[in-house]
C-alpha cells in the first residue's frame, strides 16, 4: 500500500467516522440526561435519511430543502418519541425505559417498511467532484462531511458550555433533584437535549446519504450500533468522549479495509471495545466523581 | 408577622412505609425555624415535601397563601421558596461560577452578576476558587457553595437541610453564625439539624421530631433548657 492510498483511507475514516460522531452525540447526550441507552436513536437517522430521498428524488426540493426538512422531521420525530414514550416512564426502572426504546426502535423500522416499503432506495450523489492533494484524490462529500461535522462540534462545545441552557443540561445530567431545586425544568431540559441529540442525527443523515446514496428502513440499525460503540468507547455521557469515540471508529475501519480485511471491519471495531472496555471500564473520558464529605 | 410557610396534615410515605404523620406547622416572616430530631426522624422527607421533590397524601402545603401541595418543584423555586439539600448536592462537573448561575436560574440575567458579588461577599473563599470545578472543593467549601447557590435564588424561604453536618468544629460554628447574619438581614429561614444545641441557640422556635410525629414544639431558648431535650438531643 502506498503512502497517499494510506491518507487517502485515513481521510475516508475520517469521513465515517464524523457520522459516526454525530449520531454517537445524541446517544451520549440522552444517556447522559435520562441514562436510557436509546436505541431508536439510529432509526431516527434512517427517517431523516428517506426525507432527503423523497425531497429530491420524488419532489425535485432544491438540496437546502431537502436537508433542512431532514433535520426537522429528525427533531421532530426524536422530541416526539421521548413525549409519547420516554416521559411516562420517568419514575419507571431504567429496564422498562430501555425495553420500551427498543419497541420504537422496531416500530420505526416497520413502520418504515409500511410506508416507504422495504426495498432499497437509491439516488444521485448530492455532491460530485473530487479535488487532488498532492497525490490523494480528496472527494467534496468528504471535505464537506468533516467540516461540516467539525463546526457542528465546534457549536455543540459553546452551547453546552457557554449557555444557560446547555448548563441547565449538564446539571439535569448530574443531579436531577437539585437541578429541580435550581428551579430548572426537567420537562424543557429533557426535551431540549433530544431535539439537539436528534437534529445531530438528521444532520447526520444527510451527510450519510451524501456518502452511501441509499436508504433502507433497516439502514439505522447498524449505523446506530456502530455510534453506539463509539459512544461506550468515548464514554458514555462525555461529548468530547462521543467525537473520540466516532473518529476513532471510522478510522479503525477504514485502516482494517486497506489492510485488505474489509470482511472484518465490524469484528474489529468490537474487538477494540472490548479490549478498551477490559482496561478502562468507562470508555476513554468516561469518569465517576466522588463526592467529598 | 405574616405567615409565609404553613403546612397542615401532611403525610408522607415511602410505599408501605409511613414516614411523616400528620404533621403541622408553620414558619412566618424573619423568623428562624428549626426542626430537630434523631436519625431517621423525617426531618429530610419533610423539607423534600415542602420543596415538591416528594408529595403528601393528604393535607396541604401553603407558601405565601397560595397551596404549592401540587405544584412543581421548578415552580416552586421560582416562587421563592429554595432548598440547601442534605449532602449539599453541588454540581461537582460545574465550575464554582457556574453553580452559582444555576442556583440563579430563576432569575434575570441583569440580576445575577451583583448577587453573586455578594455571595462572594459573604464566602470569599469561593471567589477564591470561582473557576474551579465543585467536585475539588473541600466538604466545608462545598457547603458555602451550597448555601451561596441558594441565596443566588433570592429565596423568600430558604430551608436548610443538615448544613453543619460532616464539617470540623470550627467551620460548623462558621455556617451557624453565617445562618445567624443572614437572619439578623431579614431572611426567613427553616433549619434541619442533629446539632440540636446550635440549632436550638439561634433558632426562634422549633419542632422536635420523632419517628414522624412532631412530639414538642416551642421556643429555641426554652427547649434547649428543657429537660426531655437535654437528655435526648442535648448529650447530658
Ligand atoms: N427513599 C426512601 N425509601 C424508603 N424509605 C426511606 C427513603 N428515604 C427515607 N426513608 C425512611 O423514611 C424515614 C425518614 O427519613 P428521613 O431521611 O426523612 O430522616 P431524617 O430525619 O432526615 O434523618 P437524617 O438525620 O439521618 O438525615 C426513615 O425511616 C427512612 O428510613
Ligand atoms: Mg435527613
Known amino acids: 500500500m502506498t503512502f497517499s492510498l494510506l491518507i487517502a483511507q485515513l481521510i475516508n475514516g475520517l469521513q465515517t467516522g464524523s457520522v459516526y460522531a454525530l449520531v454517537a452525540l445524541g446517544y451520549s447526550m440522552v444517556y447522559g440526561i435520562i441514562k436510557l441507552l436509546n436505541f431508536a436513536h439510529g432509526d431516527i437517522i434512517m427517517v431523516g435519511a428517506y426525507m432527503v430521498y423523497y425531497a429530491i428524488a420524488s419532489f425535485a426540493l432544491p438540496p437546502v430543502v431537502a436537508i433542512i426538512l431532514a433535520i426537522g422531521v429528525s427533531t ?86 457557554k449557555t444557560k441552557a446547555g448548563k441547565a443540561m449538564r446539571a439535569v445530567s448530574e443531579d436531577m433533584g437539585a437541578a429541580q431545586l435550581m428551579g430548572i425544568s426537567l420537562n424543557r431540559t429533557i426535551s431540549m437535549t433530544f431535539a439537539i441529540g436528534s437534529a445531530l442525527a438528521g444532520i447526520g443523515s444527510v451527510l450519510y446519504l451524501a456518502a452511501y446514496t441509499q436508504a433502507s428502513p433497516t439502514m439505522g440499525s447498524m449505523l446506530g450500533i456502530k455510534a453506539f460503540v463509539a459512544a461506550v468507547l468515548g464514554g458514555i455521557g462525555s461529548i468530547p468522549g462521543a467525537m473520540i469515540g466516532g473518529f476513532t471508529i471510522g478510522v479503525l475501519e477504514a485502516l482494517v479495509a486497506a489492510a485488505g480485511f474489509s470482511m472484518w471491519k465490524d469484528a474489529a471495531v468490537f474487538l477494540v471495545l472490548i479490549i478498551v472496555l477490559l482496561f478502562k471500564p468507562t470508555g476513554f473520558l468516561g469518569k465517576k466523581m466522588q463526592e467529598k464529605v | 408577622m405574616s405567615r ?63 397551596s404549592i401541595a401540587k405544584t412543581s418543584p421548578n415552580k416552586i423555586v421560582s416562587q421563592g421558596l429554595v432548598m440547601v439539600p442534605e449532602g449539599r448536592r453541588i454540581f461537582l462537573g460545574l465550575t464554582v461560577e457556574e453553580n452559582l448561575e444555576m442556583g440563579a436560574y430563576t432569575r434575570p440575567k441583569s440580576e445575577i452578576r451583583s448577587s453573586m458579588e455578594q455571595v462572594y461577599e459573604l464566602f470569599p473563599r469561593l471567589k477564591e476558587r470561582r473557576t474551579q470545578i465543585g467536585g475539588t472543593l473541600s466538604g466545608g467549601e462545598q457547603q458555602m457553595l451550597a448555601m ?48 440540636a444545641q446550635a440549632a436550638l441557640s439561634i433558632a426562634d422556635r422549633a419542632y422536635v421530631l420523632e419517628t414522624g410525629k412532631i412530639v414538642k414544639t416551642g421556643r429555641g431558648s426554652d427547649l434547649i433548657s428543657d429537660p426531655d431535650i437535654k437528655k435526648a438531643y442535648l448529650g447530658a
Open chain 1, 76 to 161: 421532530l420525530l426524536g422530541v416526539t418519541v421521548e413525549k409519547v414514550a420516554y416521559t411516562p416512564l420517568r419514575s419507571a426502572p431504567r429496564l422498562s425505559l430501555l425495553i420500551t426504546a427498543i419497541g420504537v426502535s422496531f416500530l420505526l423500522e416497520n413502520g418504515a417498511q409500511l410506508v416507504f416499503g422495504a426495498d432499497q432506495k437509491s439516488m444521485d450523489p448530492l455532491i460530485t467532484g473530487s479535488v487532488m492533494f498532492g497525490r490523494v484524490n480528496v472527494s467534496y462529500t468528504a471535505i464537506v462531511t468533516i467540516v461540516v461535522s467539525l463546526i457542528i462540534m465546534v457549536l455543540l462545545w459553546f452551547v453546552v458550555n
Open chain 2, 4 to 66: 409565609i410557610l404553613d403546612v397542615n396534615e401532611i403525610n408522607v410515605f415511602y410505599g408501605a412505609i409511613h414516614a411523616i404523620k400528620d404533621i403541622s406547622f408553620y414558619v412566618d416572616e424573619g423568623e428562624i425555624v428549626t426542626l430537630i430530631g434523631a436519625n431517621g426522624a423525617g426531618k429530610s422527607t419533610t423539607l423534600n415535601t415542602i420543596s415538591g421533590l416528594l408529595r403528601s397524601k393528604t393535607g396541604d402545603i401553603k407558601f405565601l397563601d397560595s
Open chain 2, 148 to 195: 451561596g447557590r441558594a441565596l443566588m435564588a433570592k429565596p423568600k424561604l430558604m430551608m436548610l437541610d443538615e448544613p453543619s453536618m460532616g464539617l470540623a468544629p470550627l467551620l460548623v460554628d462558621l455556617i451557624f453564625e453565617i445562618i445567624a447574619d443572614l437572619h439578623k438581614a431579614g431572611s426567613t429561614i427553616l433549619l434541619v439539624e442533629q446539632n
